[in-house]
């Protein structure tokens, strides 16, 4: 029989609950030896010096042309170990180029039994919390630690191969049925849901998460693929490939590159399709999806430099088949932190009790909230009063009292304490309470006013530096009045300081003399922002656009596409 999957639920679950699946397309490899670091610095595009003990990075190995051999994430588990979390489809040309380079050096490399498991969802760490008592998960992204399980080894790396926090677990295969039952076995509100290798796949592409030979091969150079952002260090030293990669870096962007496409209409378009707009070719399409997130179909895509800025529409031919595209830039889908929907949670609690006057799905939504983030002071706050109003204040007050022992500053538990404190007639520790909380203010009142000196202390000494680098910038322009540093020295001082039309004509001077320079874009923009010119901001915002994505430079690309949508969105308003 059949069974049918439906990615919308399954989606839906990892996107606020949690779910998983077996990983049984990518592997683990272990190093060990005493050389291993110095070994892998010569190797890796990363700096794998620092790594400390439990910390992980992504990063890639390449040839001498900076072509992918292997893209992976390295995770430092022992004084001289670190293994690698990898596609199994690429982990044998993987241990081929590092045994060709491996002569002297004391490195074992070998490839690990172990099966994995991935856990993905904002309550991921909540359900491992619950399934294994005490166990202190890596909280930073590629973090690696260790665990018993049923007295067996359990490796677990923060990873999110969605867009959304989550885990990967590796122990020996009948430990992986074992936790999938456990798991299964949870209850309602704590067992993930089994996701399907389908879903999965959508829930990668809105993540902009690639695949070997299928979004990327060893045909590309690794700035193609994006990689770079995540996965190279510039600053190290000498390693295989090094210096195509920095050459890229200094003297432009590739001409071809990956990023997003967002199709109108509901027909698939062809995988490795040849992209044409009239009858040039302009790109290649690699995974496709419908991304219930979006609500429109998806895919990534290598397109040429000059047609790389996000939010154009185009209409353009994939494989003799017409399609209306927008580019955008990955992800796809923003990731959102545990606080966020933590917020979520109390904003629909709260929502949900002013609509219904119901206490029992909001109290047990800001139960959720509080456990999403434990220092989420307003959860705690409302939940006391949900609990006050059903006369449960010893309950209330043990909330108020967890909130202290986490953060001993925060004025709302004392005064809430105080509180309720007082409606049981412990007039006494109300009192104590009260005085913590006017205490508390005090204190905060006194470091406020100090900070307050600090900051007009040292706003006097940037004021003295900023007159002596304008005068600085002035005798440069007398002798070059296009001089490009010291043009977007003087705009970005005046721009600063508040002096809007006198910020205007240098760096209006340095986007005529430099027609690549992004951050100009940037700050010419936030400039004509400041002096209501926002038709013509806008217009920058665009230029500046287009320039940082032909360049590569990501940095001022995303907060120039942040703030032309934040005036596209208020101009429509």
Known sequence: METTIDI??????????????PLDSWSLVQATGEDIFTYF??????DILQLAMGQGQNSAVVDRKARLIAS?????????????????????????????????????????????LALQGP??????????????????????????????????????????????????????????TALREAGEKWSPLPISPETFEVLRIEAGVLLFNKDMNE?????????????????????IGQEVIARIKTYGAPSVALMGLIFEGNSLPPLNGVIKLGNKKIGTLKSTTFSPSLEKIIALAYIQKEHRSPDIEMEVVIDDLPFKVKTSLLPFYQPQTRKDHSKKLMDRALKIYQDEEDLEEPISLLREAIALDPKHANAYEALGVFLSQQGKLDEAIALMKRLVEIDPTEIMA???????????????????????????????????????????????????????????????????????????????IYLETGQYEKALPPLEIVIKENKDYSAAYLLLGKNLEKLSRNEEAMEIYRQGIA???????????????????QLLHSSDG
Do not use: W
């Open 123 to 180: 309550k991921s760490a909540m359900i491992l919390e619950k399934l294994v008592k005490k166990v202190h998960l890596p909280e930073k992204q590629n973090a690696i630690t260790s665990f018993q399980y049923l007295e067996s080894e359990v490796l677990a790396i923060n990873k999110s191969l969605t867009g959304e926090e989550g885990y990967i677990l590796a122990c020996d295969s009948s430990l992986r049925e074992k936790i999938i």
């Open 547 to 565: 320039a940082a994505s032909k360049k590569g430079d990501l940095m001022p690309l995303k907060d120039m596409q942040s703030r032309l949508n």
């Open 41 to 46: 610095q010569s190797q890796t595009t990363n």
């Open 219 to 239: 045909k590309n150079i690794l700035p193609e693929t994006g990689l770079e952002h995540t996965s190279v260090n510039y600053n190290k030293g000498c390693y």
């Open 414 to 492: 004392h005064s809430n304490l105080s509180v309720y404190y007082m409606k049981q007639g412990r007039i006494e520790e109300a009192e104590l309470e009260k005085g913590e909380a006017t205490a508390i203010e005090f204190e905060r009142l006194v470091t406020q006013n100090m900070a307050k000196k600090k900051k007009e202390k040292q706003a006097e000494a940037d004021k003295k530096e900023r007159e002596r680098m304008v005068g600085m910038f002035e005798q440069v322009l007398e002798i070059d009045p296009v001089d490009q540093v010291a043009n977007f020295g003087l705009g970005s």
């Open 72 to 116: 992976f994430s390295i995770h430092r588990n022992g004084e001289h170990s670190v293994v690698f979390l990898i596609e199994s489809s690429i982990k044998d040309k993987f241990l081929k180029h590092l045994d060709t380079y491996l002569f002297r050096e004391d490195v074992k490399i070998e490839p690990l039994s172990y099966r994995l």
């Open 8 to 21: 919308q639920a399954e989606h839906k679950r990892v996107r606020e609950h949690c779910g998983v699946f």
